[in-house]
């Protein structure tokens, strides 16, 4: 069973930076794509990274050009390092691991961009 395990979340003033992890254990198969989604309260639930085994990225376009994803295949980790955060950036941060037999959400991890 893929478990993950999320770090990285906090608290961060308008213009600042953060950096997610999310650690997958248990893969069997190999990982077909990890990515990040974000809820904000009262609002669904969207993507806003992914990066597939071979590393091909795509990001929203809300994040574009500030947010970078990134993993270690031999950690079985993705990173995703969020620049030049904005108050709308504030969300819950969950993990998405894909694999050719399961689908796995991370816990969420809150970010809050706030002066």
């Known amino acids: 069973q893929v478990q993950l395990a999320e770090s990285g979340g906090g608290l961060v003033q308008p213009g600042g930076t953060l950096r997610l992890s999310c650690a997958a254990s248990?893969?069997?198969?190999?990982?077909?794509?990890m990515a990040w989604h974000r809820q904000a309260p009262n609002n669904k639930r969207e993507l806003v990274a992914v990066?597939?085994?071979?590393?091909?990225?795509n990001y929203s376009d809300s994040v574009k050009g500030r947010f970078t994803i990134s993993r270690d295949n031999a950690k079985n980790t993705v990173y995703l390092q969020m620049n030049s955060l904005k108050p709308e950036d504030t969300s819950v941060y969950f993990c998405?691991?894909?694999?050719?037999?399961?689908?796995?959400w991370g816990q969420g991890t809150q970010v809050t961009v706030s002066s």
């Open positions: 990066i597939s085994s071979a590393g091909n990225t």
């Open positions: 998405y691991v894909r694999t050719p037999g399961s689908v796995t």
């Open positions: 248990g893969i069997s198969g190999g990982i077909v794509f």
